[in-house]
């Protein structure tokens, strides 16, 4: 059985998987169930100097997601210290403390922190894409406590890796990648309205369709940076934590689905895990990490789909789907015509029963090499 103890930056977990800042952990009862559901570790919902006051409604699922205008919590930074992060110490489990935004509240609060925290986690979320206030925020953290100071991106484009090195730069032990995307629209239908309230009916996504832009963002600042990262979007499945942990990270932040199924959801995630790690020979969560860096990084499939007839049921998902119209079920069989076929390898994701394979052709079958320039 695969170990799934995790160190990250000095802090030990007992399994990877960690609520991600927000509602999963926005009290100290919350945070306690967050253990009994079988977190690894705990991270509570970000505190500022005053209370939140979020526009009304706030939280919409969509599908494949979530949109949200939430903001910090609700409750003010005293209500914290005095009541619920000791309750939330009393689960056992570290306890990563959430801070928000600026250098000054940053000062203000990360002392009164200090007795609960094992480590902070600043977030970046509004104070903006210029890195100067996340620099001098992290600065501040730095100067007033000796836990690990974690940083946690919003998604910027094709900046993370420049914020990872400007965060290590600083003196951040670790970064946690990413915060929701936005700011994006939901609209309900039947009366045309946004979803949220507030300014213009905006707000944050997250859950599942956020999981590739998350995964992008943390290869990236795992090749930017010497620094443990926490992977943090979309994670719903055990098999979305490996890959989170293949493109770089040591451990997973999990939100929209912890919110959507319950606290017991983190033990899940962790025990499909170890049944994966255990089926693929690996004993431990860190004998993937980094997985996804070490493949070629400009990669070229010189196979060709062919149709495992042992495993085909004819269930037709691949014939409509084939933007070329090269496969046609006959007599309960995918058959692939070659001369329209042009190899751009959706029907091989589309089958649910792996009856579509790439082969390659000759000696090397199976292989993807690097483009030719
Ligand atoms: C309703 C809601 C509230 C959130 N509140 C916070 C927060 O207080 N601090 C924070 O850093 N991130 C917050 N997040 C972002 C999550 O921690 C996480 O980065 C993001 O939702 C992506 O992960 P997920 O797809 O697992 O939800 C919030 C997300 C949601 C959906």
Redesign the pocket.
Known sequence: MADLSVEVAGLRFRNPVLP????PGRTGRALVRCAEGGAGGLVA??ISVTAARPPIPN?AEISHG?V?S?L??ELPPERWFEREYPLAKTAGLPLIV?LGYSADDIAELAPRARPFADAL?L?T?YIGEDAGPMVEAIHAAKAAVDVPVFV?LSPLGREMARAAELAQAAGADGIVA???FGPVLAIDPTNGRPRLGGPEGVG?L??PS?RPL?LRCVRDVARAVDLPIIG????SHGSDAIEMLMAGASAV?????A?LRGPAIFGKIAAEMGAWLDAHGYGSPNEVRGLALRSASDFWETGTPVVVTDACNGCDLCEPSCPYEAITVVDGLAVIDYEHCERCGLCLTRCHRGAIEWVAPGPGAGTAVTQPA
């Open positions: 991600a800042a927000g509602p919902k970000t939280i979530m949200n939430e910090w919590s959430s986690e977030s979320h946690k990413i915060n929701s944050w997250s859950g956020l998350a943090v979007g979309g994670v932040g999990v939100c929209t689905a919110m």
